[in-house]
């Protein structure tokens, strides 16, 4: 079975920064895609940031510029950098993973952004 698990959320002000890991129980290179999806209460959950095994990321227009997703695959992690964090950015992250066809998701890390 594929575990993954966020953590880095907080309470920041806007403006400040944040970076999110998310740690796999397997090697991360061999997931088929991985990704960090962002939901507030009432709404779908929305992709944020897409790192393909190789090419290029890909990015919401809203975090365009202010969000850079990497990984470390001799740690087996998968990290969000978040930059400019503003109040619209609030909301559960969601690490994510699939893995022949199979989807793995996070439990969430709350990410809190305060004037």
């Known amino acids: 079975q594929v575990r993954l698990v966020e953590s880095g959320g907080g309470l920041v002000q806007a403006g400040e920064s944040l970076r999110l890991s998310c740690v796999a129980s397997?090697?991360?290179?061999?997931?088929?895609?991985m990704a960090w999806y962002r939901q507030v209460p009432g709404k779908q959950r929305d992709l944020v940031a897409d790192i393909p095994r190789y090419g290029s990321t890909n990015y919401a227009d809203s975090v365009k510029g202010r969000f850079s997703v990497t990984r470390d695959v001799m740690k087996n992690t998968v990290y969000l950098q978040m930059n400019g964090l503003n109040l619209e950015d609030t909301g559960t992250y969601y690490c994510y993973g699939s893995v022949r066809q199979r989807d793995n998701w996070g439990q969430g890390t709350q990410v809190t952004v305060s004037s």
């Open positions: 397997s090697h991360i290179f061999g997931f088929d895609r």
